[in-house]
T-cell receptor, first 113, second 113 residues
Framework: DQQVKQNSPSLSVQEGRISILNCDYT??????FLWYKKYPAEGPTFLIS?????DKNEDGRFTVFLNKSAKHLSLHIVPSQPGDSAVYFC????????????FGPGTRLSVLP | EAQVTQNPRYLITVTGKKLTVTCSQN?????MSWYRQDPGLGLRQIYY???????DKGDVPEGYKVSRKEKRNFPLILESPSPNQTSLYFC????????????FGPGTRLTVL
């Protein structure tokens, strides 16, 4: 049973528009959430994170929203660029020290020029 | 250049033939971890290490061993590989376990026939 779910395997967005990637989790003990981006033939790279004490974190074009009551987080990319085309993984920390990480299955984002 | 390196990048082997995938980081990070990525399942943590001589199981440790004799190296050992260990493997590191941003290696694609 997956504790971190990304129900959309793929998403296509027009360049300049907003991309919204969603993530749901089942374990209420998760207290830290991260998004990673992965290009083909490369390892994932860290994008943005959010602590459970916040409901929003912003970094340039990337914003992550956390809704604890719904156990849902989302990543917004505005404006989307062709270079954003990648697989995006949502991840969650199980404990305070982030020793054990649980990743979702990923969403493949395609930004069309 | 700060990086996590893995060797080999590609490996085809046969069932039962012991193999080791090396992982090395040059950032003096305390925390290192191994993941496997399978279609539809995202990244699943195999083992992690908080520091030298300190290792612990992740979510899918069966069939794997690790060691952490030096801070920079964290090899993944498959004593008797089986076809269900065919996967894409990633090593990652971070300054400490509490620092949740992990730096990933480029991946090792393993095929067990």
């Amino acid at each position: 049973d997956q504790q971190v779910k990304q129900n959309s395997p793929s998403l296509s967005v027009q360049e300049g528009r907003i991309s919204i990637l969603n993530c749901d989790y089942t374990n209420s003990m998760f207290d830290y959430f991260l998004w990673y981006k992965k290009y083909p033939a490369e390892g994932p790279t860290f994008l943005i994170s959010i602590s459970s004490i916040k409901d929003k974190n912003e970094d340039g074009r990337f914003t992550v929203f956390l809704n604890k009551s719904a156990k849902h987080l989302s990543l917004h990319i505005v404006p989307s660029q062709p270079g954003d085309s990648a697989v995006y993984f949502c991840a969650a920390s199980v404990d305070n020290y982030g020793q054990n990480f649980v990743f979702g299955p990923g969403t493949r984002l395609s930004v069309l020029p | 250049e700060a990086q996590v390196t893995q060797n080999p990048r590609y490996l085809i082997t046969v069932t039962g033939k012991k193999l080791t995938v090396t992982c090395s980081q040059n950032m003096n990070h305390e925390y290192m971890s191994w993941y496997r990525q399978d279609p539809g399942l995202g990244l699943r943590q195999i083992y992690y290490s908080m520091n030298v001589e300190v290792t612990d199981k992740g979510d899918v440790p069966e069939g794997y061993k690790v060691s952490r004799k030096e801070k920079r190296n964290f090899p993944l050992i498959l004593e008797s590989p089986s076809p269900n260990q065919t996967s894409l493997y990633f090593c990652a590191s971070s300054p400490t376990a509490g620092t949740n941003e992990q730096f990933f290696g480029p991946g090792t694609r393993l095929t067990v026939l």
